[in-house]
């Protein structure tokens, strides 16, 4: 949890180090939500075409902020937290539901600017 809120927030954000706290269902449910307001963020600025997608992952989004709110007091929340969590990640990939093949093409690439700062990082 601490990695991967570490990615969404950075090394010297307040959840490095935090690892001893997820214990806590609470403190679990409290990042989730923080991780997923930061991600609807992320998802609005680069999902400028495809509306319905934007549509899906915000939804996928609230249920995964919904849940995340069940943790430690409704059993079966943790799966149902990474059934949802999954869900997005599928869409994301450009995954049919319907279908369970690929249905979206998904692109990734950097600037110039952002492989020198991935280097530089990488290799100090």
Do not use: C
């Amino acid at each position: 949890m601490e990695m991967a809120l570490s990615e969404l927030f950075g090394y010297e954000g307040s959840w490095y180090g935090s690892e001893s706290g997820f214990q806590n269902p609470g403190a679990v449910g409290y990042a989730i939500r923080k991780a997923t307001k930061r991600l609807r963020v992320r998802l609005k600025s680069i999902l400028t075409v495809d509306h319905r997608l934007r549509l899906t992952t915000s939804s996928d989004l609230g249920a995964i902020d919904r849940v995340s709110r069940d943790l430690g007091i409704r059993p079966g929340a943790e799966v149902k937290m990474m059934g949802y969590l999954l869900h997005l990640i599928a869409r994301l990939l450009g995954f049919d539901w319907l279908k369970g093949v690929p249905n979206r093409e998904v692109a990734y690439f950097q600037t110039r600017a952002q492989q020198r700062i991935d280097d530089r990082l990488r290799h100090p």
